[in-house]
């Protein structure tokens, strides 16, 4: 595609500070020139991306992504190059240039969509209004939500018809196309487009920027499914997003309450805790659990108490200790439900139910109970078998000793016996833990790379060109020099070809080379490579003289005899001699 002026994107590049951006989503943390922080593409406790601000650029040693202030947000935000750079240029107040035809298609595919939703959300909520049929308001005034509420939210009413909207949005000026993609419509087998909302109470669904990017819908009697959300679109994910995270965000407080639905969230925030949000129709996902993390310090679980529930809760447990926020779990008695006990006993009771929720620890050691008899020999045993998987997996010596002691009385055995099966659980954790790293890691190493497959055929070779271009990236005022040394056809593998000729042909054609020049040609996945490379050979950049070597190195292996993949083990050990001897 026809690439952007070299100087809007400097210029883009420079306006919208990556550290900054970073600061958004994560805590950043100074360290000598450059900045760390946990990477928010990936749930880890301790730091392993760093922010280079010399070149605008950061990587993560853990998980590979990395990149300029474009990749980051086509990563951030789910978005492909042009859409990114036009997140940007509004951000800074920057004018777009006239982009490619492709690439502005899906952009205004995405405003299209988000056009659409918000006339939806127009339309749901006229009709539960003023609408002739009552039932919607009738069913939100049983659950007691104030009309403030009801504004707030944006809560409507999808009818009993099955063209309503359409017909509406048809009027409008959008295709049937346009309503099937953004997921308000669906498309029969005999290729009738209908409503896919019918019958329903509404929930509009709306991002951090305030846009409404999917919905949900509740039915008002018994049929099935009770809830329906938007199917994913070029605007929505249900991993991504969280209900009524853009009042969350702003709330005072930050401790977030995670509940269970739609009516749970609004009725704690009208009872005055805004802190709350919820899923879409998902259990929570290590997306969603990161994004939480931008904006809490600790999280209150509040999940239904059946069994549903409590397998939801435990599995939110494991997200949220993978991305290192405390978790705290609150225990209704009485209510089903926190909108169902705020309307029994108010809101002051259930700001003391949160002040006093339990830890993850009580939590799970309660849940350690379930189906046992503990009044047979055969239940303790089991109960103490359970219980001593999770004290064993508490790093704090004084804190895994008071738990000891809990579980101790509560079963009616000796403290010392307890920590003497706990201690060799934990020993037999740590040596289990070395070798689930190892094979890991040797799992790793045969794994094929599908960026660079060459890779493992040309281990030796391969290196050599990561050399090449670290050294390249890191002084593109070399290119003169370097392309001297070493030609696009002395590379071996095509990845690293590609890369080279590209970073020569956008050194050649700026005044001010930056890796943000190269974000229009690869993907987030290939930035990432690229920046690792640079990032590896950040504080050790080989001179002239390695260069050269790494040039004789690719050049030589042309000058190599071929081996055939018929070749047997000791024709191999053979010609492997052959070449040291040689060599």
Not at 517 to 533: H, K, P, Q, T, Y
Request: proline share 3%; glycine share 6%.
């Amino acid at each position: 595609m026809p690439k952007l002026p070299d100087e809007f994107i400097r210029q883009l590049q420079d306006v919208n500070d990556i550290v900054e951006m970073f600061r958004s989503y994560a805590d950043v943390k100074k360290r000598g020139s450059t900045y760390v922080c946990c990477c928010p593409f990936h749930s880890e406790k301790t730091p392993s991306c760093t922010i280079y601000p010399e070149n605008q650029s950061f990587y993560c040693f853990g998980c590979g992504v990395g990149g300029s202030a474009i990749t980051f947000v086509q990563k951030m935000e789910n978005v492909g190059f042009m859409e990114a750079v036009q997140i940007l240029a509004q951000r800074s107040g920057m004018e777009l240039p006239k982009t490619d035809p492709s690439e502005q298609k899906t952009a205004d595919l995405r405003r299209r969509c988000l056009e659409i939703n918000r006339e939806t959300a127009r339309v749901y909520f006229a009709n539960l209004l003023k609408g002739s049929d009552r039932r919607g308001i009738e069913y939100f005034r049983q659950r007691q939500l104030s009309m403030e509420t009801i504004k707030a939210y944006g809560l409507g009413f999808a009818p009993d018809d099955w063209g309503q909207l359409r017909r509406h949005l048809n009027s409008k000026g959008y295709s049937d196309e346009e309503l099937v993609i953004a997921g308000v419509c669906r498309r029969s087998e005999k290729g009738r487009v209908y409503d896919y909302f019918r019958n329903r109470v509404m929930f509009p669904i709306i991002d951090l920027q305030g846009n409404v990017i999917a919905f949900g819908g509740r039915v008002l009697d018994d049929s099935k499914p009770k809830y329906l959300n938007t199917n994913d679109t070029p605007v929505f994910s249900k991993r991504r997003n969280l209900f009524s995270l853009h009042f969350a965000k702003k709330a005072a407080s930050t401790t977030l309450i995670l509940a269970e639905g739609y009516m749970d969230v609004i009725a704690l925030h009208q009872a005055g805790f805004a802190n709350a949000v919820a899923t879409l129709g998902t259990s929570i996902t290590d997306e969603q659990a990161r994004l939480l993390s931008r904006f809490a310090k600790q999280v209150v679980i509040s999940y239904d108490s059946d069994t549903a529930g409590q397998a939801a809760t435990q599995r939110a447990i494991q997200y949220f200790s993978a991305v290192g926020i405390p978790v705290r779990i609150l225990q209704m008695e009485g209510a089903k439900d926190p909108d169902e006990y705020i309307r029994k006993f108010g809101a002051e009771r259930f700001r003391l139910l949160i002040e006093n929720a339990g830890d993850v620890l009580n939590f799970q050691l309660d849940r350690c109970k379930e189906g046992l008899d503990l009044q047979t020999e055969m239940g303790q045993n089991e109960y103490l078998r359970r219980c001593v998987r999770i004290l064993a997996e508490i790093d704090d010596p004084i804190r895994r000793e008071v738990y000891c002691n809990r579980t101790a009385k509560e079963i009616g055995i000796r403290m010392d016996t307890l920590l003497m099966q706990v201690d060799r659980a934990v020993r037999q954790g740590k040596k289990n833990a070395g070798k689930i790293q190892f094979h890991a890691i040797e799992a790793q190493s045969l794994q094929r790379d599908e960026l660079n497959p060459q890779a493992q055929q040309f281990p030796r070779e391969s290196r050599a060109e990561r050399m090449i271009l670290a050294y390249l990236l890191k002084f593109p005022e070399d290119l003169e020099m370097v392309w001297d040394v070493v030609r696009p056809e002395d590379f071996v593998t095509e990845f690293h070809r590609k890369v080279y000729e590209t970073v020569c042909q956008r050194i050649g054609e700026s005044s001010e080379f930056s890796l943000s020049l190269l974000a229009d040609v690869f993907s987030v996945e290939e930035m990432g490579r690229i920046m690792g490379i640079a990032a590896a050979y950040m504080e050790i950049i080989p001179d002239r003289d390695a260069l050269e070597e790494c040039a004789a190195v690719l050049r030589n292996v042309r000058n190599r005899p071929a081996v055939s993949d018929d070749l047997t083990d000791d024709d191999l050990r053979r010609l492997t001699e052959k070449r040291r001897q040689d060599g």
